[in-house]
């Protein structure tokens, strides 16, 4: 089992910043790949970004390419969301998952989730 719990959420004016952190408990983190995922009011879970359980290789969606940093060091068994030049449409609860190894852009092949943070960015 592994167990995650995000932070750093909150309410930001369009064009702020904030950071989210996933921290992991249980197996060994550093053999897990990350993902961000984020649910707006009324939408589906969408794919945020991803990195691999080294910190390689890291992918992230169209919309938030360029904003958004994922970071991760597994000596504090942690992962991390940057999120630059927010925007509304960025409001959503973000969750992090974990995955053996792989990464992907699909929420179905994730096995382990956080409970998620708000985001909510004002206009």
């Known amino acids: 089992q592994v ?3 995000e932070s750093g959420g909150g309410l930001v004016q369009a064009g702020g910043s ?6 992991a408990s249980g197996r060994t983190f ?3 790949a990350m993902g961000w995922f984020r649910q707006a ?3 589906e879970r969408e794919f945020v970004g991803a990195i691999s359980w080294s910190g390689a290789k890291i992918y992230y969606a169209d ?4 904003r958004f940093t994922i970071s991760r060091d597994n000596a504090k068994n942690t992962v991390y969301l940057q999120m630059n030049s927010l925007k509304p449409e960025d409001t ?5 998952a974990a995955r053996l190894v792989y990464y992907t852009d699909y ?4 096995d382990y ?3 998620g943070t708000l985001v909510t960015v004002s206009s």
């Open 113 to 115: 989730w956080g409970k």
């Open 107 to 110: 929420d179905g092949d994730y």
């Open 18 to 23: 904030l950071r989210l952190s996933c921290a």
């Open 30 to 32: 550093n053999n897990y």
């Open 63 to 66: 919309s938030v390419k360029g």
């Open 92 to 96: 959503a609860v973000y969750y992090c």
């Open 3 to 5: 167990q995650l719990v």
């Open 41 to 43: 009011p009324g939408k």
